[in-house]
T-cell receptor
Framework: ETGVTQTPRHLVMGMTNKKSLKCEQH?????MYWYKQSAKKPLELMFV???????ENNSVPSRFSPECPNSSHLFLHLHTLQPEDSALYLC?????????????FGPGTRLTVT | SQQGEEDPQALSIQEGENATMNCSYK?????LQWYRQNSGRGLVHLIL?????REKHSGRLRVTLDTSKKSSSLLITASRAADTASYFC????????????FGSGTQLTVLP
C-alpha cells in the first residue's frame, strides 16, 4: 500500500459514455498527477495539480477533463473516448515545496474503450 | 523524443545473478529516480539520485549517475525471483524537478 488509492480498478466503457476516475491520497501531499500508460510506451504525464496550480500536457485531448477539489482528491472525467484511449491510468502524489521529489503511485485504473 | 531511455528493453537472468539496467537522458536534470512496476500495477519508488551525486546505495540496489554522459545505471545484486518486474528511470528537470519524464522501461525476468 502506497497511501494512494484509485477507483475503479477496471472500467469498460463505450465511446458515447461518460465516466470518472477517482484518486485519493492519504499521505498529506500537496501535489497530484495523472499519467497514462499504454503498452510499449513511456508513461505520459497528463495533468499536474500543485499548490492550486494546474499544469496540463498540451497533447492531451479535451475529452479528458481533470478536477482537483482539494489536495487529497483528484478526478479524471472521461467523455466520448476513443479506442486508442484504452490504457492504464495512474494517479500519483508528492510533496511540493520540500527537497523530496519522489512520487507515490496508486494501483491504476485499467480502462478499456469499446 | 523521450527524455529517458532504458537499455536493455528486456533482461533475463538466473536467481542470484546481478542485473544491470541503464538509462540515458538528453537534457540537464535536477534528479534521476528509479521506479519498479509489477505487471499491471502502480509504480513503486526505489531510489533517487541528485545531479550532484555520483553513486547511491539502498539495500541490494546501487545507482550511479554520470552527468557528463547523461546516463545512469541501476544494479540489483543477488537477484531474486521476486525482483521480476519492469524498471523505469525518471528524470526531474532543472526548473521543474517535480514533473518527471519516464523512459519506456526494462522488463527484468529473474528465473528461479
Amino acid at each position: 500500500e502506497t497511501g494512494v488509492t484509485q477507483t475503479p480498478r477496471h472500467l469498460v466503457m463505450g465511446m458515447t459514455n461518460k465516466k470518472s476516475l477517482k484518486c485519493e491520497q492519504h499521505l498529506g501531499h500537496n501535489a497530484m498527477y495523472w499519467y497514462k500508460q499504454s503498452a510499449k510506451k513511456p508513461l505520459e504525464l497528463m495533468f499536474v495539480y500543485s499548490l492550486e496550480e494546474r499544469v496540463e500536457n498540451n497533447s492531451v485531448p479535451s475529452r479528458f477533463s481533470p478536477e482537483c477539489p482539494n489536495s487529497s482528491h483528484l478526478f479524471l472525467h472521461l467523455h466520448t473516448l476513443q479506442p486508442e484511449d484504452s490504457a492504464l491510468y495512474l494517479c500519483a502524489s508528492s510533496q511540493y515545496g520540500t527537497s523530496s521529489y519522489e512520487q507515490y503511485f496508486g494501483p491504476g485504473t485499467r480502462l478499456t474503450v469499446t | 523524443s523521450q527524455q529517458g531511455e532504458e537499455d536493455p528493453q528486456a533482461l533475463s537472468i538466473q536467481e542470484g545473478e546481478n542485473a544491470t539496467m541503464n538509462c540515458s537522458y538528453k537534457t540537464s536534470i535536477n534528479n534521476l529516480q528509479w521506479y519498479r512496476q509489477n505487471s499491471g500495477r502502480g509504480l513503486v519508488h526505489l531510489i533517487l539520485i541528485r545531479s550532484n551525486e555520483r553513486e547511491k546505495h539502498s539495500g541490494r540496489l546501487r545507482v550511479t549517475l554520470d552527468t557528463s554522459k547523461k546516463s545512469s545505471s541501476l544494479l540489483i545484486t543477488a537477484s531474486r525471483a521476486a525482483d521480476t518486474a519492469s524498471y523505469f528511470c525518471a528524470t526531474g528537470l532543472s526548473g521543474s524537478a517535480r514533473q518527471l519524464t519516464f523512459g519506456s522501461g526494462t522488463q527484468l525476468t529473474v528465473l528461479p
